[in-house]
C-alpha cells in the first residue's frame, strides 16, 4: 500500500485518538536505523518511545520471538511456565526486589503496584491506609487509577470522577510531601526522572528524604521506571543514581525490547501480600514475551549497554550543550544517561521536530517548547554526530 493509502484506511476506521500523526509509515527497521514505505532512511532519536532498547530487529530479540512462536506462544497462568521464572530471577538478581510479576504494559504493572500497596495495609490490619500520594507532571498510565495518580490536568480533565484517593504535591519539595502523609497514606509513587512531562530528573537530596520519610511514617515507596528503568539513564535501574532503594518498583517500556510486558517488582515483605487469588492476568507473563524479554534484558547486561547510555548521553548532552553556547534560544539540556530534554526559550519544538523528520532523524516534542530524545542504548558516537550537525542546520534557520 502507498502511504496516502494507509492513511486514507487510518482515518475511516481507526479511533481518533492520535489525530493527524506525522506523515510516515516504517515497513523495516535495523539498529537505530528505519526505513519508511518509499524508502527513506531515518535514525531513531526516540527508540519508539524507550522501546526498542537494543535499536529495531536487534538478532537476539528476533531469535528469541521467533523460536519461541515456534515452541509455545501462550499457555496461561493455570501452569509454571520456565522463561517467567527465569526473567523473574533475572531481574531480581539484578536489582532489589525480591520478587516480580509480569503484566502486559506500564500501566498495568503500576495498577498492580497501587493494588499491592492498599493490600499490604489491609491485610495488615490497616484498611484505612488506601491513599498514595504522586507528584504533579508525573506520568504513571491511561488506564483509569493510573490517570488519578498521573497529575497532570491535560490526561484527566475529560474521565472525572476519577478513582479516589490519589494527591499530588509538587516535586523537589519535601515539605509539601510531608504535610500532604497522613494516617490514609499508605504509598508515595513516583518517577525518580519524570519521562513524559519533559525529562525532569527529581534532586538526589529530594529523593533520599523521600526515602527517610517514607521509613519514618511506615508507608511504601513505590518508583515508576517504566520508562526510565532498563539502562535508559546510565545506570540499569534509576533508582541506583540516587543511593536509594524503593519498596516497589515497576518496568515495562524497554523490558521487552519491543515487545509487550511490564513488570511488577516489590521487596519482601511487600511482595508477599500478594496471596493466591488477590491478582492475576490472562496474558501476563506468557512464554513468548518472557523469553523474548528475557533476551533482551540478558544482552543490555551482558554488553553492558548501560554503560554505554551513560557514556553515550554524557557524549550527546555535551554536544547539545554546545549548541546551546551557540543558540541564544535554547534555554535548557537536561537527562541522564540517554534520556535527554531540550527546552527552548520559543514555541518552536514541534517545528524542529517536523523538520528533523524531514532530515531523517526522529525526536519526540513535548508541548511547544521542548524536544526530547530517547535514542537506543546501543547508539554510536558517528550517529549522534550526524544528528547534531542535522539538528545544528536546522537551528540556524532561527538564529
Ligand atoms: C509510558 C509510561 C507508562 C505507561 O506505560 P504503558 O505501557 O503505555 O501503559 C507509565 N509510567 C511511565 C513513567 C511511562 O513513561
Redesign the pocket.
Known amino acids: 500500500m502507498t502511504l496516502q493509502e494507509i492513511i486514507a484506511l487510518d482515518k475511516k476506521y481507526y479511533m481518533n485518538t492520535f489525530g493527524d500523526r506525522l506523515p510516515v509509515c516504517f515497513v523495516k527497521g535495523e539498529g537505530i536505523k528505519l526505513w519508511d514505505t518509499e524508502g527513506k532512511v531515518y535514525y531513531d532519536f526516540l527508540a519508539g518511545i524507550a522501546v526498542n532498547a537494543l535499536g529495531h530487529s536487534h538478532p537476539a530479540v528476533v531469535n528469541a520471538i521467533m523460536e519461541q512462536a515456534q515452541k509455545l506462544i501462550h499457555c496461561s497462568n493455570y501452569y509454571y511456565i520456565e522463561s517467567q521464572a527465569k526473567l523473574a530471577q533475572l531481574i531480581a538478581e539484578n536489582s532489589c526486589c525480591d520478587r516480580v510479576f509480569f503484566a502486559n ?4 504493572a ?1 495498577e498492580g503496584a497501587i493494588k499491592l500497596a492498599r493490600l499490604f495495609f489491609r491485610k495488615k490490619g490497616f484498611p484505612e491506609k488506601f491513599e498514595i500520594i504522586t507528584l504533579e507532571k508525573s ?4 488506564t483509569l487509577a493510573t490517570l488519578a495518580a498521573t497529575a497532570q490536568e491535560k490526561y484527566q480533565k475529560n474521565y472525572s470522577p476519577l478513582t479516589p484517593k490519589f494527591l499530588s504535591v509538587p516535586m523537589n519539595d519535601i515539605d509539601a510531601l510531608e504535610k500532604a502523609i497522613t494516617e490514609y497514606t499508605c504509598a508515595v509513587m513516583l ?1 525518580p526522572i519524570q ?2 512531562s519533559g525529562v525532569n530528573p527529581a534532586d538526589k537530596d529530594y529523593i533520599r528524604q523521600v526515602r527517610e520519610l517514607c521509613d519514618r511514617k511506615g508507608i511504601i515507596l513505590i518508583f ?1 521506571e ?2 526510565c528503568g532498563i539502562g535508559r539513564t546510565g545506570k540499569l535501574f534509576a533508582y541506583e543514581h540516587f543511593g536509594v532503594e524503593p519498596d516497589i518498583f515497576t518496568l ?2 524497554a523490558l521487552g525490547g519491543g515487545f509487550p510486558i ?1 513488570a511488577l517488582c516489590a521487596k519482601e515483605p511487600f511482595a508477599s501480600a500478594f496471596e493466591p487469588g488477590d491478582h492475576g492476568s490472562t496474558f501476563g507473563g506468557n512464554p513468548l514475551a518472557c523469553s523474548t524479554a528475557y533476551a533482551a534484558l540478558s544482552t543490555i547486561i551482558n554488553e553492558n549497554l548501560s554503560e554505554n547510555s551513560a557514556i553515550m548521553g554524557e557524549y550527546l548532552i555535551s554536544r547539545l550543550n554546545q549548541l546551546k553556547d551557540e543558540y541564544s534560544f535554547i534555554r535548557e539540556v537536561r537527562g541522564k544517561g540517554l534520556m535527554i530534554a531540550l527546552e527552548f526559550n520559543t514555541s518552536i519544538a514541534v517545528e524542529v521536530k517536523l523538520k528533523a523528520l524531514e532530515k531523517g532523524f526522529l525526536i519526540g516534542s513535548v508541548g511547544n517548547n521542548i524536544v526530547r530524545m530517547l535514542p537506543p542504548l546501543i547508539i554510536t558516537k558517528e550517529d549522534i554526530d550526524l544528528f547534531i550537525s542535522a539538528l545544528d542546520d536546522i537551528l540556524k534557520e532561527y538564529y
Open positions: 504494559s506500564g500501566a498495568e503500576n506520568f504513571h498510565g491511561r518517577e519521562g513524559e515508576d517504566v520508562q515495562a517500556k511490564g
